[in-house]
């Protein structure tokens, strides 16, 4: 009865920030921001963090834009993690702006939580995860190693305890051939685009011999520079993605040899760089998942069971999961039909909808606080299940 009463207590404590926690998820969606830029999200939200009671240390980890917002000094710390960047031209086609607002109004419910029972809650300011993998910088900058558990909701368009997330590898290609005139003397020529065509033909090639839960995709950054010129340069971004890191070394391999293969065969000169930064995985603690779950479940929310053929992506989530125990669940803000990274989700990320969402991811984090740090024996079982006594 002692949970249900904290519980309540932190369900009130969400809504009487609605109004807040609304009109910060607009300002970032109508101002979106990229990643490392995100110079207004981060400072409405260290604001309102300062203002209600937590300290605040912004640029952390050598990011200008991330942030660490602390309220409580003791252990257990749990992390509730901000992500506040926008996509090119389509804005916050990701729901951003929620999961930003949420977090914010899960660690300012949590207060009263810390002050009745031991522990701390922080806010981390996460920034990039669209483009540059943030969170990847700041797991190597040690940013998560007082950290007991993490969580993040994301919007979409299910209701889910947990989500999968492959790890992924970025592949830079070049190639570098001879200009000629293309039709006055063509045979002087080697042709830099035909290469990179030999090399995307393989990798389709290749699709078909791959494990169902891999992805090999990407597109071409340079083509030529006119249709009379045999293209002395070509270039390409690839993403090769798999659900563990194992089979991911063994694809990239085979990738690669797509693009060596096509370097022969034209005579252009290859040239090639992995990204130092590789999205993890995604590591889903179960037994954290369950609570989140049911928390959600009580605010009224049908929740699906974990479907693996569903949000197959990668976020640098995935890196945080593989040193912390972590969660990163999903809430429905609009129909099964209009898919993430779209302008109609976009639109959805500031209607009424997205506002709901916001508020029961945010409820539901809180709650979930209360069953980590009000629950005894729960944070060992987390912790067990992680691998870590």
């Not at 990039?128 to 910088?137: F, N, T, V, Y």
């Not at 909701?153 to 889910?160: A, D, G, K, L």
């Not at 130092?276 to 998942?289: C, E, I």
Request: glycine share 8%; hydrophobic share 45%; proline share 5%.
């Amino acid at each position: 009865m002692e949970i249900e009463k904290l519980k309540l207590e932190v369900k009130d404590s969400v809504e009487l920030q609605r109004q807040q926690l609304v009109q910060l998820s607009l300002n970032i969606h109508d101002n979106p921001e990229l990643g490392l830029k995100e110079e207004k999200a981060s400072a409405w939200l260290t604001s309102y963090l300062e203002g209600s009671g937590f300290h605040v240390e912004r640029g952390i980890v050598g990011l200008t834009t991330a942030f660490r917002a602390t309220y409580g000094q003791r252990s257990p710390r749990i992390a509730l993690l901000a992500e506040y960047d926008a996509l090119p031209k389509i804005g916050h086609g990701c729901g951003h702006n929620i999961i930003a607002a949420s977090a914010v109004g899960a660690g300012v419910a949590s207060k009263s939580i810390i002050d009745q029972l031991r522990g701390s809650v922080v806010v981390l300011g996460t920034p990039a995860e669209e483009s540059l993998g943030g969170k990847i910088d700041m797991v190597k900058a040690g940013a998560f190693e007082e950290i007991d558990v993490a969580m993040l909701v994301h919007p979409n368009s299910r209701n889910m305890p947990t989500q999968g997330a492959l790890a992924c590898a970025i592949l830079e290609v070049e190639f570098f051939g001879r200009p000629a005139h293309a039709a006055a003397q063509p045979h002087r020529g080697i042709n830099a685009l035909d290469a990179l065509i030999l090399a995307f033909t393989s990798i389709n090639s290749l699709r078909q011999h791959i494990r169902g839960d891999a992805r090999i995709h990407g597109i071409i950054t340079d083509g030529g520079e006119a249709p009379n010129i045999v293209p002395a340069h070509s270039a390409a971004v690839f993403f090769v993605r798999a659900l563990d890191d194992d089979y991911l070394a063994e694809l990239k391999n085979k990738v690669l040899n797509c693009f060596t293969g096509a370097s022969v065969a034209s005579g252009a000169r290859l040239e090639y760089r992995w990204s130092d930064k590789t999205y993890s995985p995604m590591k889903s603690n179960m037994t954290l998942a369950e609570l989140f779950k049911q928390n959600l479940e009580s605010l009224g929310r049908q929740v699906k069971a974990v479907d693996p053929r569903f949000g197959l992506g990668s976020t640098d989530m995935g890196n945080v999961s593989q040193v912390v125990p972590s969660i990163h669940p999903t809430i429905a803000i609009a129909p099964p039909q209009i898919l993430i990274h779209t302008p109609e989700f976009a639109a959805a990320a500031a209607s009424e909808a997205g506002h709901a969402g916001l508020m029961d991811a945010a409820k539901a984090m809180a709650m979930t606080v209360v069953d980590i740090l009000g629950q005894p024996g729960i944070l060992d079982k987390i912790k067990q299940e992680f691998g870590h006594v």
